[in-house]
C-alpha cells in the first residue's frame, strides 16, 4: 500500500515540480490573522482591504480590494475587475512578480478597481460556515461549484458594491470557471466584459505527459477510492514524500515543462517566487472532474455515473455547459499559446466555434501556460493588449 500511495503521489498533481521540492525550505506558512493584504500586497506599497463573502453552500470567501499607489481605497476609482486564478493557485498568482511585471499591479497602477478572487480550500479563504476542512463534506465540489457558487457570489458582491458591472479575467481553471459562469443569464448580466489567459473548456487534446499518464492509470479514480479527498501539497508529510522521490523515483527537473508545456519567458526569481506562495489546496474530485473532461471530450457537470445522473440531473448523462448561451453582444478576450500542453490550441479552436461571438485574440506561438501569469515580457506581450481590449469598450477610467 504505501509504494502505491507513493507512486500516486508521485504522479498526482500539475502544480508540482523540481522548483517546488528544491525550494520546500523557502515555503510560506500562514500564521493566523495573516492576510493576503498583509503579507504581499501592502508591503508592496499599495492600498488594500480584505472582504468576505459567504456562498449558497456555506463557503466563506475572502476578496482583496486593491487601488494603486498613488491612489485612495475610499475615493472613486475605474470599472472594477475580478481576477480569477488557476487550478491549485489563489489571488496571489496575480501578484508574484515586481509591480512592473504582476498583471495585479499593473491594472490597479492604470486605474481600475481590483478585486482578488480565492476559491473554496485555498489558505486565504476561511473555512465554512458549519463544516471543517477535516470533513470529507468539506471537499465535496469540482469547478463546477468553483464557477456557479463561488465566481457567481463573487460577482454578486463586487457588482452590488461597486455599482457597476464586472470585467472578468481568468487563467486556466478560472477561465474555465468563467465560460461556464457566463452560460447562466443571472451570472453574464452581471459582466461588461472577460479577458481569458489559456482558455479551457474542452481538454480533449491535452498534449502534457505528466497528466495523460495520470488519466491513463485513473489516479483520479484511486485517490478518491483510497477515502482521499483533500490534496495539499503543503503539508510537510507530503513534502518529505515528494523530496524522496526526486531522489530517484522520478526526473523532477523536467515536471514542470512536462505539465504545463515549454515556458519561454520565466525567470529563475519569479520560479522561486511562484513556489514560495503556490501551490494552494484543491479537492480530489475536482482532479477527477477535469480528468473525465479529459477522458469523454466533454465540457459538462460531474458525472457521477448513470443511476446518481438519473436522480440529479434526470438524465443519464451529466447535463453540457453551452456555449452558445454566452450571449454575442458579451466581449470577450482571449490570450493563449502554441506551447501549452493544458490549454492546447485545438481546443480553444473547439471553444471558439461554439460561441455565438468572435472574441479578440491574441496567439503568441513560443508561449506556454505559466508565461501568460508569470513571463518576464508579459506586460510588452499580454496585458497591454489587455488593457488596450478593456479601454476599447469605453469604460475604463484613464
Not at 527537473?253 to 522561486?272: A, F, K, P, R, Y
Not at 472574441?359 to 488593457?387: A, C, R, T
Request: with cysteine; charged share 20%; aromatic share 10%.
Amino acid at each position: 500500500m504505501e509504494m502505491i500511495m507513493l507512486i500516486i503521489l508521485s504522479l498526482l498533481i500539475p502544480a508540482i515540480c523540481g522548483e517546488f521540492i528544491a525550494r520546500g525550505a523557502n515555503l510560506r506558512h500562514q500564521s493566523p490573522g495573516e492576510t493576503l493584504c498583509s503579507q504581499l500586497i501592502e508591503p508592496a506599497g499599495y492600498p488594500c482591504t480584505e472582504h468576505t463573502i459567504q456562498t449558497k453552500d456555506g463557503y466563506l470567501l475572502a476578496l482583496q480590494r486593491v487601488s494603486s499607489r498613488n491612489g485612495n481605497i475610499r475615493l472613486q476609482r475605474g470599472p472594477p475587475v475580478l481576477l480569477q486564478h488557476g487550478l491549485f493557485m489563489a489571488g496571489d498568482a496575480w501578484f508574484l512578480d515586481s509591480p512592473e511585471q504582476s498583471l495585479g499591479y499593473i491594472l490597479a497602477d492604470e486605474g481600475f478597481d481590483i478585486w482578488v478572487g480565492n476559491v473554496r480550500g485555498t489558505f486565504w479563504s476561511y473555512g465554512h460556515v458549519s463544516l471543517s476542512d477535516k470533513d470529507k463534506e468539506f471537499w465535496d465540489w469540482s469547478w463546477q461549484e468553483l464557477a456557479l457558487f463561488d465566481l457567481s457570489e463573487m460577482i454578486q458582491h463586487i457588482y452590488s458594491t461597486a455599482n457597476s458591472k464586472v470585467f472578468v479575467v481568468g487563467h486556466s481553471q478560472g477561465t474555465l470557471m468563467s465560460l461556464a459562469a457566463l452560460t447562466q443569464p443571472n451570472i453574464v448580466e452581471m459582466v461588461e466584459a472577460a479577458a481569458l489567459l489559456c482558455p479551457i473548456s474542452y481538454l480533449e487534446h491535452i498534449s502534457a505527459p505528466f497528466v495523460l499518464r495520470m488519466v491513463g492509470l485513473h489516479l483520479d479514480q484511486m485517490v478518491l477510492a483510497m477515502g482521499i479527498h483533500q490534496l495539499n501539497f503543503r503539508s510537510k508529510v507530503l513534502i518529505n514524500l515528494l523530496d524522496s522521490m526526486c531522489d530517484g523515483l522520478i526526473e523532477c527537473d523536467d515536471l514542470l515543462t512536462s505539465i504545463t508545456g515549454q515556458n519561454c519567458c520565466l525567470d529563475s526569481s519569479s520560479v522561486d517566487k511562484f513556489f514560495e506562495y503556490e501551490p494552494h489546496p484543491s479537492s480530489a474530485k475536482n482532479l477527477h472532474h477535469l480528468f473525465q473532461m479529459i477522458r469523454q471530450g466533454t465540457f459538462s457537470q460531474y458525472d457521477y455515473g448513470i443511476l446518481k445522473n438519473l436522480k440529479l440531473y434526470g438524465q443519464v448523462k451529466p447535463p453540457a455547459f453551452d456555449l452558445s448561451l454566452i450571449p454575442k453582444s458579451l466581449p470577450l478576450w482571449m490570450g493563449y499559446g502554441g506551447y501549452d500542453a493544458l490549454a492546447d490550441v485545438t481546443d480553444v479552436e473547439h471553444t471558439l466555434k461554439e460561441l455565438q461571438s468572435k472574441p479578440e485574440l491574441l496567439y503568441l506561438e513560443n508561449y506556454g501556460h505559466l508565461d501568460f501569469l508569470i513571463s518576464v515580457q508579459g506586460k510588452k506581450d499580454v496585458f497591454k493588449h489587455m488593457i488596450r481590449f478593456f479601454r476599447s469598450l469605453g469604460k475604463s477610467s484613464s
